[in-house]
């Protein structure tokens, strides 16, 4: 089996003795309240999700993800795990305490053992994992909105949060033995944030031609408006999955974290999280992570040349196409027709389609999964 | 000098050679090529090991299997 990114699925939850020595003394502690995708962040490290990350970055790490894209031990990482705060909460903290995180409805989310507390340049950190300083950008917009002080330190897990969508959420020791259980000595990941076109299928059921599993791998979380909710991307890959796929040989599972859409730094971070899932790889299609035209389509595919020690290996797929003439799905490498024979997998084309409560046409989407969206009230995010 | 690099010696004729090979690729200098193909063969090296115990593997069985994705 693959190995987990820096060789250790890390495990940082607290046990039931530990959880309730550090209840007892949490109200003598400090706190700090954490928003949504904060405990998200929390919740990967702590079950191994980010491994080799055992808390927020401390500066030097935060520094060398920031200009190299590897933590100071020469392992990739592109993705800056950090934790923000405001300069007068900094001033009350010190190094060395022990401080509750707190979730929604004021529950102990999880201990944060303070290393130290730093200053950054919110320019500089967009430019260098967004490669742009453009707020319309939603990457950028937020870091431009984070608070001035940074924190580094291990975490320890105290709760994990509730979920509606528990049925699907397994952590990386869980998939790591799903796999071992299903014999699947090759899995690739699929990351999603969509409900399921012809064009996915295609691009899945090919990379599964060459491996034994599929691990259909969607992003639940904060989402853009207009982006599918989260519950009908799971239905719809339900659907796709009971009608169309061998049941030994696809699973579902969900991913707890906000979309970045820093392109070709988080295909890399994708790259990894499915690593410690156990994929050994991974699709990556047209502008992965992307977000309108701030990345070329094929950087998160170019940005793999400079890992060749990431272990996972890559899946890179160009956009795919139903050809008329052909009467099948295609692309630039497998049909000789002009465009003028093909229709393309238009995400907003489906999408107006679906919104009118038409059902778009078998040759883009299966009509089992266009009913499952239309039966929702409003399958978009608002 | 910067303290995130170090210098190695290689011989010249090496050099010259990486030097050669590296002309119209994607790799930007010779320091470029050697630590891509150091960190690829490093990367190789590590051994697969599985890291759960016996407890752990029955305990996440009896999960799966409650939650539909094993038999």
Same mark, same amino acid.
């Given at each position: ?42 919740? /990967? ?27 100071? /031990? ?16 900094? *001033?009350?903290?010190?190094?060395? !305490? ?32 967004? !490669?742009?300083?453009?707020? =319309? ?21 105290? !709760? ?31 990351? %999603?944030? /969509? ?15 060459? %491996? ?84 070329? #389509? ?20 160009? =956009? ?19 465009? =003028? ?42 | 000098?910067?303290?995130?690099? %170090? /210098? ?22 010779? #320091? ?16 697969? %090991? ?7 593997? *029955? ?13």
């Amino acid at each position: 089996m693959i190995r987990p990114h820096g060789g250790k699925l890390i495990e940082r939850i607290l046990r039931q003795k530990e959880k309730e020595s550090i209840l007892e003394r949490a109200e003598e502690l400090p706190s700090l309240k954490l928003d949504g995708e904060l405990i998200s962040d929390v919740e /990967n490290i702590a079950c191994g999700v980010f491994s080799p990350l055992e808390g927020f970055l401390g500066q030097s790490e935060y520094r060398n993800v920031l200009n190299h894209m590897r933590l100071t /031990n020469d392992l990739p990482w592109p993705i800056p795990i950090v934790f923000d705060v405001r300069e007068e909460e900094a *001033e009350k903290l010190r190094e060395g !305490q022990e401080i509750i995180l707190i979730g929604e409805g004021e529950k102990p989310v999880a201990v944060l053992y303070l290393e130290e507390k730093y200053e950054y340049d919110k320019e500089e950190l967009a430019e260098k994992v967004f !490669q742009t300083k453009d707020a =319309s950008h939603p990457g950028v917009a937020k870091v431009l909105r984070m608070k001035e002080v940074l924190l580094g330190g291990k975490i320890d897990l105290i !709760q994990e949060s509730a979920t509606p969508f528990y049925r699907y959420k397994l952590k990386p020791l869980e998939t790591r033995i799903l796999f071992k259980e299903k014999g699947w000595r090759t899995v690739v990941g699929f990351q %999603t944030r /969509n409900t399921p076109h012809i064009g996915h299928e295609y691009v899945q059921k090919t990379a599964l031609t060459f %491996t034994d599993g599929i691990f259909v791998n969607p992003v639940i979380g904060r989402k853009k408006k207009g982006d599918f909710k989260d519950e009908v991307i799971i239905a719809s890959y339900e659907e796709l999955i009971r009608n169309y796929y061998l049941k030994e040989r696809a699973v579902i599972v969900i991913l707890q974290m906000e979309m970045r859409y820093a392109g070709p730094r988080e295909a890399i971070f994708h790259a990894i999280i499915r690593k410690n899932f156990g994929c050994t790889h991974i699709i990556i299609g047209r502008d992965h992570a992307g977000v309108g035209n701030f990345y070329p #389509p094929y950087a998160a595919q170019d940005i793999f040349e400079e890992f060749p020690d990431l272990e996972i290996m890559p899946l890179f797929f160009k =956009s795919f196409y139903f050809c008329k003439k052909c009467d099948s799905v295609v692309n630039e490498k497998t049909c000789p027709h002009p465009p =003028s024979d093909h229709i393309n997998f238009s995400g907003t084309k489906i999408r107006e389609m679906l919104i009118q409560g038409k059902i778009p046409p078998s040759e883009l989407m299966r009509p089992e999964v266009a009913k499952i969206i239309i039966g929702y009230d409003n399958p978009f995010v608002e | 000098m910067n303290k995130e690099y %170090t /210098n190695i010696m290689i011989p010249t004729s090496l050099y010259k050679r990486i030097e050669e090979k590296i002309k119209g690729s994607k790799v930007k200098s010779v #320091p470029d090529f050697i630590t891509k193909v150091l960190r690829e063969t490093l990367s190789k090296e590590q051994v697969s %090991t599985e890291e759960f115990s016996k407890e752990d593997e *029955e305990k996440v069985k009896e999960r799966l299997k409650a939650l539909g994705y094993i038999d």
